[in-house]
């Protein structure tokens, strides 16, 4: 659905086709908030972001609205998350090393992706990850899936009713909200994990790399 769709939908339902005490900018507004809520719950909205790495520059900003990273690739090879302490034992406990190459590993603090080693050319750093949702206006495309454009319409209700301190209907949307829609994100996450395979536990020990490197 279009934010256009889901205002008239939300309109429609509460008999406010033209009612002013709610505008469209109000509406959209409560598109965001609801967008936010269920990212919040489910980190749905996946994203990947492509920057070119800085000769000699460590340290890279997470893309705007990023949540969280998922994997990040380094002129097409896929970089090891490490934690501090693996980045000291790389270091020999030096990390103001300049030490340069081609970055095997990655860590993260204070929302910046510092690789190790620290680069030496210039190539293409893709970065994918969780986001935010922007602030939608009127002709842009809902970042969240689809299948939760209904919690977006029940959300922008429920805000409806609110502000018309309309309180049975306010609960019961507002119940709805928590009880079913976020239920639904849990599924849909669950789902999206198995893709075309098999959840199964990965033993770090068969796996063809450690910290070190590649066995």
Not at 62 to 77: A, H, L, W
Not at 95 to 109: K, L, Q, R
Not at 142 to 156: K, M, N, R, T, Y
Request: glycine share 4%; hydrophobic share 35%; aromatic share 12%.
């Amino acid at each position: 659905m279009t934010p256009t769709q889901i205002i008239e939908t939300a309109r429609n339902r509460y008999n406010a086709i033209n009612d002013t005490f709610y505008s469209d900018g109000e509406m959209l507004m409560n598109m965001y908030l609801a967008q936010q809520e269920l990212v919040q719950y489910g980190m749905i909205i996946e994203a990947t972001f492509e920057t070119t790495t800085v000769a000699d520059q460590q340290d890279y900003s997470f893309p705007s609205n990023t949540i969280s990273i998922k994997r990040v690739e380094y002129d097409g090879s896929k970089l090891k998350p490490i934690n501090m302490r693996e980045d000291d034992a790389l270091t020999i406990n030096d990390s103001a090393t300049t030490n340069s190459g081609e970055p095997s590993y990655y860590f993260i603090w204070n929302d910046t992706i510092s690789l190790r080693p620290i680069p030496d050319d210039a190539k293409t750093l893709k970065i994918r990850g969780f986001k935010e949702p922007d602030i939608p206006v009127i002709g842009s495309t809902l970042e969240v899936p689809s299948f939760f454009h209904g919690a977006i319409v029940d959300f922008c209700i429920k805000s409806m009713a609110e502000k018309d301190e309309n309180w049975p209907h306010y609960d019961r949307l507002a119940n709805k909200f928590e009880a079913f829609w976020k239920a639904k994100i849990k599924e849909f996450v669950a789902i999206r994990k198995k893709k075309d395979g098999f959840s199964v536990v990965n033993n770090e020990d068969s796996l063809p790399f450690t910290v070190l490197g590649s066995l």
